[in-house]
């Protein structure tokens, strides 16, 4: 069964950082793409990074680029997300997803997994 544990959230203030985590098993890591979406209240689930099976790929939203860092480690069965520069508006609930290929996808469709999700708050 895979199953996928996020950690890292928490409440931070306006300009902090955050690093999620995301750990994964029950299938073979490294053949797998894999997400962050978050999700607001009231709002969709929406997608704030992607990267390829070999981390070579990544995908950033547009309100994320340049403050969000998304990589994994193969070895370890992991995905990260780092977050530099937060804004209240990047206040949500966390969630990484594994989809069933190699190239990056960012359509939450193409996802077959999902963790619990974590909840991010930043202060102003």
């Known amino acids: 069964q895979v199953q996928l544990l996020e950690s890292g959230g928490g409440l931070v203030q306006v300009g902090g950082s955050l690093r999620l985590s995301c750990a994964a098993s029950?299938?073979?890591?490294?053949?797998?793409?894999m997400g962050w979406f978050r999700q607001a209240p009231g709002k969709e689930r929406d997608i704030v990074a992607a990267i390829s099976t070999s981390g070579g790929a990544t995908y950033y939203a547009a309100s994320v680029k340049g403050r969000f860092t998304i990589s994994r480690d193969n070895a370890k069965n992991t995905v990260y997300l780092q977050m530099n520069s937060l804004k209240p508006e990047d206040t949500a609930v966390y969630y990484c997803?594994?989809?069933?290929?190699?190239?990056?996808?960012?359509?939450?469709?193409?996802?077959?997994?999902w963790g619990q999700g974590t909840q991010v708050t930043v202060s102003s």
């Open positions: 997803a594994t989809a069933p290929r190699r190239g990056l996808t960012t359509t939450p469709g193409t996802y077959d997994y």
């Open positions: 029950g299938r073979t890591f490294s053949r797998y793409a």
